[in-house]
């Protein structure tokens, strides 16, 4: 076993020291490389991040995109919703709103900050879709849309009912049931439309306008049968809620169970629990008026039998008068008299209305007599026959001109030089065709002379004369 004392007391020679690093070579970053750089990371490590906080400055800008701080007690961080994302969301982000936010991280470059790239977010504590009801309720009413001043009362006795509902659901045929039943006369228009999904809204308020315009149309019935509160969804929608406001005619919500409250509710005329209500709200009124037509009814016929026993009781206590007798007889002779008068006036009227009927055949016989179109036919007929003439007579002096003009012609064609020129002989001019030459001699060897034939002429030299 060895000691310490068998250690040599010799120290252990030291090892050669290690050279020392040379120092690393500087990196230099542009500020654009640095902000990429730190983008890079903190994109890769909080691609996905869920934050909660409290909003505030929340501002939409006119492309669309939300800008706005996401802050708690201690820190904050600024962040956008681009126009895609927010129009998704089923609650409006405004300032004081305690929000969960999903996103990622990422740098704005040209000022160098970092932000949350938020793709979706949800209030805390209450769910979106019960945000969004309480927003849009509080902001419609506001406007008066709720107001019950501009409810209308529905019609008393409607002859055309427009339905707007889908076909493949109960909601249709509870409402087609009920009236037939109880309102078989009644003209239903149905306009077919989705009630739940993406776009139901949109085609619903499209489905309301249609029927609205409708010829004819008293009230129109909105809704459908129950379901969750994201099958309803589509009549809490503004779209639908304004298109209720903006029916011509009384419009009746039917959404749902009677415990279903929709904002469509709210805006419509008249609230039915169910559709089948609505379509015995329709045919009630119909029933009060018939009930009101019965009751006036009844009224009458108490109110008529009344008076005629009251009359007849009168009418008795006359007869049993003592100046009431005879009176039958003097009311018959009265009536006799009556009736001889009344033959009288017929005699003396038709005796009058025959006379007057005599009188006027004789005014229009000779107001016939005068009359201008009678005088205006004669002097046509005249004139007619007068024309007849005037044309034959121009006729024959038309006929005797063209006889003598031709025969003028005749003769004149007869005497013609160029009639003699045609049978070969020609006329001979001096030069400049001013004189007729008929002497020979008149005319120097040498000169010139011109010939005159039927067609044509010639210049010719004279030679010699013979």
Not at 146 to 172: H, N
Not at 178 to 198: E, F
Not at 246 to 270: K, N
Request: aromatic share 6%; proline share 5%.
């Amino acid at each position: 076993m060895s000691t310490f004392f068998d250690l040599p007391f010799e120290e252990p020679e030291p090892e050669p020291a290690a050279p020392a690093p040379e120092p690393p070579a500087r990196r230099i970053f542009t500020v654009a490389q640095l902000t990429a750089r730190i983008r890079s990371l903190l994109e890769r490590d909080f691609f996905e991040v869920w934050v909660e906080g409290e909003l505030s400055n929340c501002k939409v800008w006119n492309t669309g995109h939300m800008y706005f701080t996401l802050k708690d007690r201690q820190a904050q961080i600024k962040g956008v919703i681009f126009r895609s994302s927010l129009l998704r969301l089923r609650f409006k982000p405004q300032d004081g709103v305690r929000v969960i936010a999903r996103g990622r991280v990422t740098v704005y470059d040209p000022k160098g900050e970092y932000q949350l790239l938020c793709e979706h977010m949800e209030p805390e504590g209450v769910g979106a879709r019960q945000l969004a009801f309480e927003q849009l309720r509080e902001r419609l009413s506001k406007e008066g849309l709720f107001a019950q001043e501009r409810k209308r009362p529905l019609p008393v006795l409607p002859r055309k009912i427009g339905v707007v509902t889908s076909l493949e659901g109960a909601a249709v045929r509870d409402i087609i049931k009920v009236l037939l039943r109880r309102y078989p006369n009644a003209h239903v228009v149905v306009r077919p439309t989705r009630v739940q999904g993406d776009g139901a809204a949109l085609d619903i308020a499209r489905g309301l306008r249609a029927i609205g315009k409708v010829p004819g149309i008293d009230v129109i019935i909105v809704g459908r049968g129950g379901g969750s509160i994201e099958d309803l969804w589509a009549f809490n929608e503004e779209v639908v809620a304004r298109a209720i406001a903006g029916c011509p005619v009384p419009t009746i919500a039917a959404v749902g169970h009677e415990t279903d409250v929709t904002i469509a509710d709210f805006v419509a005329d008249v609230r039915a629990p169910t559709p089948s209500a609505a379509a015995e709200m329709v045919v009630s009124r119909k029933d009060d008026f018939c009930a009101h037509i019965d009751r006036l009814s009844h009224r009458l016929a108490v109110t008529m039998r009344g008076r005629v026993h009251r009359l007849e009781a009168r009418l008795r206590t006359l007869e049993a008068r003592s100046g009431y007798t005879g009176a039958r007889g003097r009311l018959a002779m009265h009536g006799r008299h009556v009736s001889e008068l009344q033959s009288d006036l017929h005699r003396a009227l038709r005796a009058r209305l025959a006379d007057r009927e005599r009188r006027y055949r004789t005014l229009r016989l000779t107001l016939e007599m005068f009359d201008p179109r009678r005088r205006l036919e004669a002097t046509r007929t005249r004139l007619v026959a007068d024309e007849g003439r005037l044309d034959a007579a121009i006729r024959r002096k038309r006929h005797g001109l063209d006889a003598r003009l031709s025969s003028l012609a005749a003769r004149l064609d007869a005497l013609s030089p160029l009639a003699v020129l045609g049978r070969g002989y020609a006329v001979c001019w001096n030069a400049d065709r001013t004189k007729i030459i008929r002497d020979a001699a008149s005319v120097e060897i040498g000169a010139d002379v011109q010939v005159t034939l039927e067609r044509g002429a010639l210049t010719c030299e004279v030679k010699r004369q013979s």
